[in-house]
């Protein structure tokens, strides 16, 4: 199962995703999180993203697409996912 949150800013994208997450027992993830994860963990894609965003700029669709499908390929998703605010 993927759920995916949409909405506005302030909307309670993430505050209902966490709810979910807790009844569903499933990971709940954001984009930033996975930019951070493998901004961190150095990554190529991380390295990539970081050149984005440490100028400010949006991190282009392809980039964040791949980097979201890499995460889809971790174990603790494979019962389902909350995308939250993707």
């Not at 993927?2 to 569903?24: F, N, R």
């Not at 961190?40 to 991380?46: D, F, K, N, V, W």
């Not at 979201?68 to 603790?76: C, I, P």
């Amino acid at each position: 199962m993927v759920i995916i949150m949409l909405g506005a800013p302030g909307t309670g994208k993430g505050t209902v995703a966490g709810m979910l997450s807790e009844d569903l027992d499933i990971p709940q993830v954001s984009t930033g999180d996975i930019f951070r994860k493998h901004i961190a963990e150095q990554t190529e894609l991380g390295k990539l993203a970081n050149s984005y965003i440490s100028k400010g700029k949006l991190v282009p669709d392809d980039v964040t697409v791949n980097l979201v499908k890499d995460r889809l390929q971790e174990d603790d998703v494979k019962n389902g996912i909350i995308l939250d605010g993707t």
